[in-house]
């Protein structure tokens, strides 16, 4: 068996006494919870859970990553027809153009 040492740690009691509620609820105690957290952390090298500031920032991070991968996907279409290499001044025309022949369909 393993040479076991002691931790001491200080946290608010509200806290570790529904931490108790949980853990025993899966079968294992305060210390057994904080043992397989830090053997996780050295298996993986990393905190073995995502930390972030709150919910709206982890949705933030999701609507971001969705919004790089559609920047991406337009991009690879505009490869794809030609339109990578238009300058704002070209964009601008073809919009010109797009709106005036919308006013003339809608003015027939």
Partial sequence: MAETTNLSIRIDR????????VFNALGMNLTTAITVFVRQAVRQRKIPFEISLDAAHTEHNVTLA???AAS???WQASVQNGTDS???DDIDAEIAVARRERKARAGS
């Avoid at 509200?14 to 509620?21: E, I, S, T, V």
Wanted: net charge negative; proline share 0%; hydrophobic share 45%.
């Fill in 14 to 21: 509200g806290l570790k006494d529904k931490a108790d509620r």
């Fill in 72 to 74: 991406e996907l337009i």
């Fill in 86 to 88: 238009m300058t704002m």
């Fill in 66 to 68: 969705e919004a790089m």
